[in-house]
């Protein structure tokens, strides 16, 4: 293991250095503090290589440059263990490419070595004696790996290790100075934080010599010659850089096919130690790539590549195949897992590809970054294309400094963000109307305060004229970026963006975006944050209309409807892009979640064993709200009236509503009035085709005419199965209890007769029809012909009310025969008369060849009379089942069908 210029003893050097530190006046130690502990440029410091400022001499051989490097970086995870580090080896040997630059980081794993350095380095300078049993945990660690794969013993393991043990204790040397001081500046800590990238070249290059490679370890401070900036970063010098690399490949690089080369750490001119900041070992990556002018340059991770979305937020986020370069800047200024916009200029100066890949996963070829974009075809475009990916930024603040004294008034921009910039506060996005009027921008919420103070200074003479009227802090935001560099010039993608967001019922606070049309931005509130993003991802990416699914009521109604969704599931999401996810079931007592979506083949298995758990309303709630689906809905197959007071709540958290179940919509005025206003305002849905004819279109039918302007004016039907099926089956020959107890044997009725035959279940449908038609009737204003014999409605038992029934067949005999003397038939209908502003519920007399008379079975008939539709024309007829758990199913399914085409499915 040859030693670097950089790695020489440094204790005499050190000590001198601690006493020049010591002797500093104290103006120069608060101007350095001042500084933000810049590294004094001081050629007497620490010269990591004494060539550092010498031109290269123009006889030394040029190290060869072209597409024969590839160049590989692994991050501390790839290097982490002694596991890690072998796997990191073979690969690099099997890898592809006559010559390969390896550049790695610190250890990682548990500790990391660059945490434990950075702590030896404040613990020195807080003057801490405990740096010391620190620093015996990073060479323990350091030996440890090195004696595993090595060997313990061996020639190649005592020479790392006594490199090491040099190392370390050098750097006691130097941490003592630290501690004598009670300081240490950016240079001594640049130099000590560096020593993890070494040690960890130095042994992954000797690994790789062990198991039969051609390998040698590089000390990037001895190439890379780079000068700080005012932003905080550092800019290469690519010129003297490529001078150091051209000397250090003749002096010590030849005949090596695979370099391992420090990461993170460089020079100044100077010849003074420093890293180079944020990101560092990939910046390295890069710059080497760039001086070696490689065909490839490989960053390995611990993850597949770049995602759409988040996947921690969007679980159906996909790891992209390619970014350009612009799409991966614009991507990781929004803290997406992509290169800083900085690391990638150097590859970018060369056209060099940067591919991310995972070191755990082999299989996946990762993410490309290059200038290349793919060809735009004819026709529609493919919408994940066009939008690469969507990233958020949570904890922002909107400043919005409103008045009229800003219309027209030149510099009131340069004022704001002059005095914004004072106080040190960085504005993450800006927004503001042509008007001029008024102008916004977001910073990060712990800046809130500060932004506000300055700008409020700034414009305090205006304020108090009244020229602006307010400055105020809008707290609680998501900043939500879609990124493509090929939306430029492409009708439609904004719209898309902001209807889809629309549709999941999210608002937009704030919108910006640059006339390169690679980002869109939009500011929303943070409890929106995952189903905005969500939102947009799935309209993008996935099928064009995904749905969550919430099931109230999993009996025969429910489980019929289920078994309806899995069967036409595969086909919506083929054919229409509905995908459809059922995340939970629940009844008055238990519930079944998931968070993706319940099998639905299985379901039954997993509800009649331990998998359900507690209900608990608000939970069950909670867990449709919160999902990653941009579009919930609860769908009540109950007949349960403590179900229908939940739907406004439902409908105000953005979970869509569908109902069989009549008693929300016949249920007090007022309730019905807010649930259909509040569907009427947003982009929040209400469908309640199934609580009047089931599967018939009864209700749409009426909103038809409606909408159309032909208003209805008489509505009557026969609205119960287990009445049709009565009357229609009862013709004299029989006792009128017989009837009713073969249609309950049937199951035509309720488990109680008298649940149908009081006509309460009819005369709901009237009120919803009557609301339907404009009517403010309440449940007690319809007056109901009950069928239940006023001695029998008290009776307690359901056996007991069968058992006393035939006493009173007599008089329901009188009236068939009193019908059957007129030529007419008896029907048990409900009524809405619209123009007289009734309704009732009544057991009539019809003629013969009335439609009403014609019917068979259990079905139901509905006629509708309006300006249209009206005598001696015929009624507008709507006939056919009315009951039963597969028509009500059907009725269900076919409003989820109509709620996914409002979203915007394909019809």
């Known amino acids: ?60 051989e040029a190290i060869p440059r072209g597409d024969e490097w590839q160049v590989h970086k692994y991050g501390g995870t790839s290097v982490g263990s002694a596991e890690r580090i072998l796997a990191g080896a073979k690969l690099m040997m099997e890898s592809e490419g006559a010559r390969k630059l390896l550049v790695v980081s610190a250890m ?84 000590v934080v560096g020593h993890g990238e070494i040690w960890s070249a130095q042994m992954m290059a000797a690994v790789i010599s062990k198991n039969g490679g051609n390998a040698t370890w590089m000390d990037a401070r001895e190439v890379l010659i780079v000068e700080d900036t005012a932003d905080g970063s550092v800019d290469v010098d690519y010129e003297a850089s490529n001078a150091k690399l051209d000397e250090w490949w003749a002096a010590k690089g030849k005949g090596y096919d695979i370099i391992v080369a420090t990461g993170f750490v460089a020079s100044t001119h100077e010849g003074l130690p420093t890293t180079l900041k944020r990101n560092g070992s990939d910046y390295s990556a890069t710059i080497l790539g760039a001086l070696l002018q490689s065909a490839q340059i490989t960053i390995w991770t611990d993850v597949d590549g770049v995602y759409s979305a988040d996947p921690r937020k969007v679980p159906e986020a996909v790891c992209l195949d390619s970014l350009s370069y612009n799409e991966a800047w614009e991507l990781s200024y929004f803290g997406a897992n992509v290169l800083h916009p900085r690391t990638t200029l150097p590859a970018m100066k060369y056209g060099i590809p940067v591919t991310l890949r995972n070191i755990f996963n082999l299989s996946e070829p990762g993410t490309r970054i290059g200038d290349e974009l793919p060809e735009k075809k004819e026709g529609k475009p493919v919408m994940s294309q066009l939008v690469k990916g969507f990233a958020t930024i949570d904890n922002v603040t909107l400043i919005n400094v409103e008045g009229t004294g800003m219309v027209g008034v030149p510099g009131t921009a340069s004022a704001i963000f002059s005095a914004v910039k004072a106080a040190n506060v960085n504005v993450v996005m800006i927004s503001q109307a042509s008007s001029e009027h008024s102008l916004c921008f977001a910073v990060k919420e712990n800046d809130a305060v500060a932004a506000v103070d300055a700008v409020n200074a700034a414009f305090g003479d205006s304020l108090d004229a009244g020229r602006i009227q307010a400055v105020t802090a809008i707290p609680g935001n998501t900043i939500l970026a879609a ?84 069967e036409q599931m595969e086909t919506l999401k083929t054919d229409f892009g509905v995908d459809l996810r059922v995340l939970g079931i629940c009844d008055s007592k238990r519930m079944l979640l998931d968070d993706i979506g319940l099998d639905l083949l299985s379901w039954e298995e997993d509800w009649a064993g331990d998998a359900p758990q507690a209900l608990d309303a608000d939970a069950f709630t909670a867990h449709m709200s919160d999902s990653s689906f941009p579009n919930m809905v609860m769908i009540d197959c109950t007949a349960s009236g403590v179900v229908g007071d939940q739907y406004l709540g439902w409908l105000e958290k953005g979970i869509h509503v569908i109902t069989p179940n009549k008693k929300a919509n016949s249920g007090p005025y007022d309730y019905y009035k807010k649930i259909r206003d509040l569907g009427r305002e947003s982009y929040t849905h209400y469908f309640y085709e199934g609580t009047v004819g089931a599967g018939l279109p009864i209700v749409s039918t009426l909103r038809g005419l409606k909408e159309t302007g032909d208003n209805a004016t008489l509505i009557q039907g026969i609205f119960s199965g287990t009445l049709s099926y009565i ?31 009081n006509g309460m279940d009819v005369a709901r449908k009237v009120v919803i029809l009557a609301r339907e038609a404009g009517l403010q009737l309440e449940l007690d204003d319809v007056p109901v012909e009950n069928l239940v014999p006023e001695a029998l409605r008290g009776t307690e038992s359901i056996e ?8 009173y067949d007599a008089e329901m005999a009188q009236k068939l025969a009193d019908a059957k003397a007129k030529g007419k038939v008896l029907r048990f209908v409900g009524v809405v008369d619209v123009v007289a502003g009734t309704g009732e519920v009544v057991l009539k007399e019809y003629d013969e060849d009335h439609p009403f008379a014609q019917l068979q079975g259990s079905d139901n008939i509905i ?35 109509r709620l996914a085409a409002y979203l915007g499915a394909p019809s």
């Open 108 to 191: 990682g794993g548990v500790p990391k070595v660059t945490d434990l350095l950075l702590d030896v380095v404040a613990m020195a300078s807080n003057r801490d004696p405990e740096y010391g049993s620190r620093l015996e945990a990073l060479r323990e660690k350091h030996v440890n790996t090195a004696n595993e794969l090595l060997g313990a013993g061996s020639a190649e393991c005592d020479a790392f290790i006594a490199v090491l043990d040099s190392d370390i204790s050098d750097l006691k040397s130097m941490l003592k100075a630290m501690s004598i001081a009670g300081m240490a500046t950016t240079a001594f800590e640049d130099f």
């Open 483 to 566: 990124v493509g560099q090929q939306m430029c010039s492409v009708h439609g993608v904004s719209a898309m963006l902001f209807d889809s967001l629309a549709k999941a019922s999210i608002n937009v606070r704030a919108v910006a975006q640059g006339c390169s049309e690679y980002n869109i931005t939009v500011v929303v509130d943070q409890k929106d944050s995952a189903r905005a993003l969500s939102a947009v991802h799935s309209r993008f990416y996935l099928s064009e209309t995904p749905i969550a699914v919430g099931i109230v009521g999993p009996g025969l109604i429910g489980k019929t409807l289920l078994a309806q969704i899995a």
């Open 727 to 757: 009357f229609n089956t009862w013709d004299g020959s029989q006792n009128f209890s017989d009837v009713v107890s073969q249609a309950k044997d049937a199951g035509y009725t309720e488990p109680d007769p008298r649940d149908d035959l």
């Open 800 to 807: 007991e009310f069968m058992s006393e029934l035939p006493k």
């Open 1 to 60: 293991l040859h030693r670097p210029a950089s790695a020489v003893c440094v204790r005499g050097t050190a000590c001198v250095i601690g006493a020049m530190a010591l002797n500093m006046r104290p103006a120069r130690v608060a101007a350095r503090a001042a500084r933000g502990r810049q590294a004094p440029r001081r050629a007497t410091l620490l010269r990591p290589g004494a060539a550092a400022v010498t031109p290269a001499p123009t006889t030394v």
């Open 863 to 897: 006629s509708f009379q309006t300006k249209r539709y009206s005598p001696p024309s015929q009624p507008l007829v709507v006939r056919g089942p009315g009951a039963g758990a597969e028509v009500t199913a059907g009725g269900v399914f076919a409003d989820l069908l």
